[in-house]
C-alpha cells in the first residue's frame, strides 16, 4: 500500500525523505479527545497548597497512529489553523438556561479569569443567554410603555445599566481575543519567513558543487530537521511553500543522483527503527503507571511521525502492529480518566464536607490558651485530611480550596491577634510583678516592722490581682518575690524574739534617764541647756523597745517633762528648732550642694506658704458678717497665725543657712591670705 505523502521521482523511485509526513496507510480519521476536557479530568489543587501522588495535568493530547491524516502536513497544519482560528477547543458542557443578568454577569467575569482561547464556546452561551433575557425586559417595557398610553412611534430603547455592564465585559473579551489572534498570526509570519529562509538554504545546496555527497547528505538532512521544527503559517502560504519544498528536494535528490540501492537502505533503516518503535510500545502495554505510558506512547508516536518510509510490503503489516499496542494503552488512558473523574467527584464531596466542619469549627472563638491549642491541633488535622484526599474537578478546585483555606486563615490571623494581646498583657504583668520584686527586696531590708509589714502585706495583695505572666519566666519571679517576703518575716520573727527579752532592759534604761531629766538642776545658759535637753532626747531614742503596756505612758511622760523644762527655762519651740537647724547647718559645712539644696528647699516653702497666706486673705474678703462665718474667719486666722509662724521659722532658717556660708566664705578668704603671705 502507498504511503500518503509520498512523492514519485522521474525514474517511479520513492523519493528520500524524512520529512514529517505519515508513511502510513489510508485509514478513516478518528476524533481526538477533547484536550479540554482532559485538561478537566486532571484539573489540580495549587501545588502550594497540596501535593498528592497522582499527576497535576494529563499529558498533551496527540493524534494516535489511528488518527494519522491522509494529507500532507501541509494539510494538517490548514486544519490545526482553522482549529485554532475558530478556537474549537473542547469546554465544559454548562447551561445558563436557569440564570438571571445578574448571574451571567457574574458568569462572565469568572469566564474572563481563564485562557481567553479555552472559553469562547461559554462566552457565547452566556451572551446568548442575556440578550434572549434582555429582549425580554425590553418587551416587557414596551408593553408597559403601551399600556401606560404611550404611542408605539415614540418608544425609544434604552440601553439599562446590567446590559451596559455585561457588553462591557463582551467588549473586553472581544479585544483579548483578537489581540491573541493578533499574535498568533504575527507568529505564523515569523515562521513563514524562517521557511523561506529554509528554502532558500535548500536552494544553496541543490546550486553547491564543491561538497562530497557525504556533505550533502548531511546538510540536506539538517535543513529537513530546521524545516520540521518550524510551526504553523499563515493559510494563503501554505500551498506555495509546500510545492516549493517538494519541488526543492526532488531537485536535491535528482542533482545527488541516489541510486535505488541507496533508497532501499534507508527504507530499511527506517523500518528497523520503527520495529523498534513497536517494541517498546508492546512493552508499555504492561507499564503499571497508566501516566508513564501515557506520556512514553506519546514521544513514541512523535518519533514513529520523524521517520521516513518503510519497503510497501512492511508498510500495512508494521503499522498495524503499532497501531495496535497504542490502542492498547488508549483503552487504558480512557479507563483511567473514568475512574479518575469518579474519584475527582468522591473527593470534592469530602472536601465539601471538611469545609462544613472548619466552618463549624472556627465559628467559635477559644477563651482560654488550652481551648486555643485543642482548636488548633483540630484545624492541623483537618488540614491534613485535607491533603491526603486527592484533586477535585478543575472548575470547583479553586472555590472550595479557597472557602477552606479562607477558614484557616481567618482562624490563625484570629489566633496571631488573641496571643499578640495576651503577650502584650504577660509582658506588662511581668514589669509590674518584677516592680513588685524591687519594693519587697527593699521592704526586706527595714526594720520599721509594722509600717514595713503593712506594705509587704499590700504588695502581696496586688501581686495577686496581677494577671499571669510567661510560662517561661512565672515561676522564677514567683520565687524572688517569695524569696523577698520570706527574708522580711524571717528577720522579724528573730527580732521580735530577741526583743521581748530586752524590752524590761529598755523599760529601766528609759525610766533611768526619766528620773535623771526630772532631778537635772538647769543654770543660766540658754544654750546649754538646750544642749542638755538635747542630749537627753537622744539617749532617749537611742533606747529600743519597751513593753508596749507601759509604751503610751512612758512616752507621755517624758513628753511633759522636757514640756515643763522648756517653760521653766523660758525657750520656746521656734529657739529649739532654729538651734536644732544651726547645728544641721554646721554638720553639712564645706558641702556646697547641701547649701544650694537647702536654700531652694526654704525659699520654694516660704514662697509656697506666702501665697496661701494672701490666697486665704482674699478669701475672707468675700465673706459676709454672719455667725457662721464669723466662726470660719476664726479658723482661717488661727490658720494664716500658723502659717506665719511657720514662714518666721523658715526665714530664720534661711538666715542662719547664709549667715553660716558666709562665715565659712570669710574663713575660707583669711585662710587663702595667710597662704598668701
Not at 485562557?115 to 414596551?142: C, G, N, P, S, W
Not at 404611542?151 to 491573541?180: I, M, N
Not at 520565687?479 to 523599760?507: I, P, Q, T
Request: glycine content about 2%; proline content about 3%.
Amino acid at each position: 500500500m502507498e504511503e500518503p505523502t509520498q512523492m514519485q521521482t522521474p525514474d517511479n523511485e520513492a523519493m528520500h525523505t524524512t520529512d514529517n509526513t505519515n508513511q502510513e496507510p489510508k485509514e478513516a480519521p478518528v476524533a481526538p479527545e477533547s484536550v479540554e476536557d482532559t485538561q478537566h479530568e486532571t484539573a489540580a489543587e495549587p501545588v502550594a497548597q497540596e501535593n498528592t501522588d497522582a499527576p497535576a495535568a494529563e499529558p498533551a493530547e496527540e493524534p494516535s497512529p489511528a488518527e494519522e491524516p491522509e494529507a500532507s502536513p501541509a494539510a494538517e497544519q490548514e486544519s490545526g489553523d482553522a482549529e485554532v482560528a475558530e478556537d474549537e477547543v473542547a469546554e465544559p458542557e454548562v447551561s445558563y438556561d436557569g440564570h438571571t443578568r445578574e448571574q451571567l454577569i457574574d458568569d462572565l467575569q469568572q469566564l474572563l479569569q481563564n485562557d481567553i482561547q479555552a472559553i469562547h464556546r461559554r462566552v457565547m452561551a452566556v451572551r446568548q443567554r442575556f440578550t434572549a433575557l434582555t429582549k425580554e425586559v425590553e418587551r416587557e417595557a414596551y408593553e408597559r410603555f403601551l399600556a401606560e398610553g404611550g404611542v408605539k412611534e415614540q418608544y425609544q430603547t434604552v440601553a439599562d445599566e446590567l446590559s451596559t455592564r455585561f457588553f462591557a465585559l463582551v467588549d473586553s473579551y472581544k479585544q483579548r481575543r483578537q489581540q491573541y489572534k493578533d499574535a498568533l498570526e504575527q507568529q505564523k509570519e515569523q515562521n513563514y519567513e524562517a521557511k523561506k529562509q529554509t528554502l532558500d538554504e535548500l536552494r544553496q545546496l541543490i546550486d553547491s558543487d564543491e561538497e562530497t555527497l557525504k556533505q550533502l547528505y548531511d546538510r540536506f538532512y539538517t535543513i529537513q530537521e530546521k524545516w520540521k521544527t518550524i510551526g504553523e503559517v499563515p493559510r494563503e502560504h501554505l500551498n506555495d511553500l509546500w510545492q516549493n519544498y517538494h519541488l526543492l528536494v526532488e531537485k536535491f535528490f535528482n542533482k545527488v543522483n541516489i541510486n535505488k540501492e541507496l533508497r532501499m537502505l534507508d527504507l530499511k533503516r527506517n523500518l528497523e527503527e520503527k520495529v523498534q518503535l513497536c517494541e517498546k510500545a508492546e512493552e508499555l502495554i504492561v507499564e503499571e503507571s497508566t501516566v508513564k505510558a501515557i506520556k512514553l506512547i506519546n514521544q513514541l508516536r512523535d518519533r514513529w511521525r520523524e521517520i521516513g518510509p518503510v519497503p510497501d510490503e512492511q508498510n500495512e503489516e508494521i503499522w498495524q502492529r503499532f497501531r495496535n499496542a497504542v490502542s492498547q494503552i488508549e483503552a487504558r488512558r480512557k479507563e483511567y480518566y473514568e475512574q479518575r473523574k469518579d474519584e475527582m467527584d468522591k473527593n470534592l464531596l469530602a472536601k465539601q464536607e471538611l469545609v462544613a466542619q472548619m466552618r463549624e469549627l472556627t465559628q467559635t472563638v477559644p477563651e482560654t490558651t488550652a481551648q486555643w491549642n485543642a482548636t488548633t491541633q483540630k484545624v492541623d488535622d483537618m488540614l491534613k485530611l485535607w491533603k491526603s484526599i486527592g484533586p477535585v474537578p478543575r472548575d470547583v478546585n479553586e472555590e472550595i480550596w479557597s472557602q477552606f483555606k479562607g477558614m484557616i486563615d481567618a482562624f490563625y490571623e484570629t489566633k496571631k491577634a488573641h496571643f499578640n494581646t495576651m503577650r502584650d498583657e504577660q509582658t506588662e504583668n511581668y514589669n509590674r510583678k518584677i516592680e513588685l520584686c524591687l519594693k519587697a527586696e527593699a521592704i526586706a531590708m527595714r526594720d520599721d516592722w509594722k509600717r514595713a509589714t503593712e506594705e509587704l502585706l499590700q504588695l502581696q495583695a496586688e501581686w495577686k490581682s496581677i494577671g499571669p505572666t510567661s510560662r517561661k519566666v512565672s515561676e522564677k519571679v514567683w520565687h524572688r518575690f517569695r524569696s523577698a517576703c520570706d527574708d522580711f518575716f524571717r528577720r522579724k520573727g528573730e527580732y521580735f524574739k530577741n526583743m521581748r527579752s530586752s524590752e524590761s532592759e529598755n523599760l529601766a534604761k528609759k525610766q533611768e534617764i526619766l528620773d535623771k531629766l526630772k532631778s537635772y538642776e538647769f543654770g543660766n545658759d540658754k544654750e546649754e541647756n538646750l544642749r542638755v535637753i538635747k542630749e537627753f532626747q537622744r539617749q532617749w531614742m537611742e533606747i529600743g523597745h519597751v513593753p508596749i503596756a507601759e509604751k503610751d505612758r512612758l512616752q507621755k511622760e517624758f513628753r511633759d517633762t522636757i514640756n515643763a523644762h522648756f517653760e521653766k527655762l523660758k525657750i520656746s519651740a521656734r529657739e529649739a528648732a532654729e538651734d536644732a537647724y544651726r547645728e544641721r547647718v554646721q554638720a553639712g559645712s564645706g558641702d556646697k550642694r547641701f547649701v544650694s539644696s537647702e536654700r531652694q528647699q526654704l525659699t520654694e516653702k516660704i514662697e509656697k506658704l506666702k501665697a496661701s497666706v494672701k490666697l486665704w486673705e482674699n478669701n475672707l474678703g468675700f465673706l459676709a458678717s454672719s455667725r457662721s462665718a464669723d466662726l470660719l474667719k476664726e479658723e482661717f486666722e488661727k490658720k494664716m497665725q500658723a502659717t506665719r509662724q511657720q514662714i518666721a521659722l523658715l526665714e530664720a532658717k534661711l538666715k542662719i543657712l547664709n549667715r553660716s556660708e558666709k562665715e565659712e566664705k570669710s574663713a575660707e578668704g583669711a585662710k587663702e591670705e595667710n597662704g598668701a603671705e
